[in-house]
């Protein structure tokens, strides 16, 4: 099932309002997210090939998290994560954005070694690949 960008608007709303800190609340956000998940052939390969190939690391229900912070993102939006680790979430990034058709350019900062800090970029135009955009000595 292709992700629903009205579910993902409502989802939002509603758990943004009406979220209370109890463990038993918040393990039922966890287990719907998880479900969520479960739906989304998109979110479902994501999640096993990051770790398959140990791309990164997170909780399944992470991604719909995602999905949901995404579905408030403007259709000519920009995302920048800090802290890249594998790309995994900039991944994320391109690919539920082009689920819900947006046009989200995607930017990462991280530093590569402790020489230098990298800018990388990865946005809809592109074949979905990190790259070093550049350098910051």
Known sequence: MKLNKELLVQDFERFSNEW???????SFIYDY??????????????????????????EKAFRYLWALVFSQAPKDGKFLEIGVFKGSI???????SNELELNLSTYGLTPLDIQEISILIMTTTTTNTLYPFYTII
């Open 33 to 58: 997210f998880d479900q969520q998940v479960d739906l989304s052939p998109l979110l479902t390969n994501h999640n096993q090939v990051i770790a398959k190939y140990k791309l990164g690391y997170g």
């Open 90 to 96: 900039l991944a994320l990034s391109q690919l539920i």
């Open 20 to 26: 209370v800190d109890t463990p038993e609340y918040n």
